[in-house]
């Protein structure tokens, strides 16, 4: 897929996100539904979902599509918790080049995390999508996953448990 092709993709899938959350109060129902349109329109997307914070630096699987993904993630380990630790999106184009790369599914070779905050700015939740191809995520996915994190931060206020990283 070349950047243009990529670009309009993500472009018609954020417009479908937007138009399906508005309104939408439930960080249930909207992780749900934004990992099974993820999943459904990244073509290289081999899992698609979040894990949220439940506990001081402590991630846990919330909804997902593709194969099952480990349960809990302290702050300290994988790629989901380098992103929620340092509230910073991190693409990686090699998982096995990731120190302490955490592999839910031994065939995932590249994978993005984005963090997610309220609105008020507290992490509530990290954005996961992998890939069984190496350096499938770009520039062009981080500003689009950014934004649909963004789309989803109205969505998540009923996470009453949302903790400071
Ligand atoms: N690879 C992630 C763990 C979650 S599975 O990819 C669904 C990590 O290293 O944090």
């Known amino acids: 897929m070349n950047a243009d092709e990529k670009r309009h993709l993500y472009s018609q899938t954020l417009a479908e996100l ?15 539904t934004s990992a099974a349109v993820l ?23 919330g909804p997902y ?3 099952i993904g480990c349960l809990e993630i302290p702050f300290d380990r994988g790629v989901c918790g380098a992103a929620a630790r340092l ?3 991190q693409v990686v184009a ?27 700015g507290d992490l509530v939740a990290v954005l996961d999508v992998d890939s069984h191809e190496p350096a499938a995520f770009d520039e062009i996915d981080r500003e689009f996953l950014e934004k649909a994190a963004s789309a989803l931060r109205p969505c998540l206020a009923d996470n009453a448990r949302a903790w400071n990283a």
């Not at 959350?21 to 439930?26: E, F, N, S, T, V």
């Not at 999943?39 to 699987?61: D, E, H, Q």
């Open 18 to 32: 937007q138009s399906v959350l508005a309104g939408i109060d439930d960080s249930i129902t909207a992780m749900a």
């Open 39 to 61: 999943f459904s329109k990244i073509p290289y997307a081999s899992w698609a979902g979040f894990y949220r914070v439940v506990a001081p630096r402590l991630l846990r699987v």
């Open 65 to 67: 599509q593709g194969g």
């Open 87 to 89: 509230r910073e999106t």
């Open 94 to 120: 090699d998982v096995n080049a990731f120190p302490g790369h955490i592999a839910c599914d031994s065939a995932a070779r590249s994978e993005i995390v984005v963090p997610i905050y309220t609105p008020g």
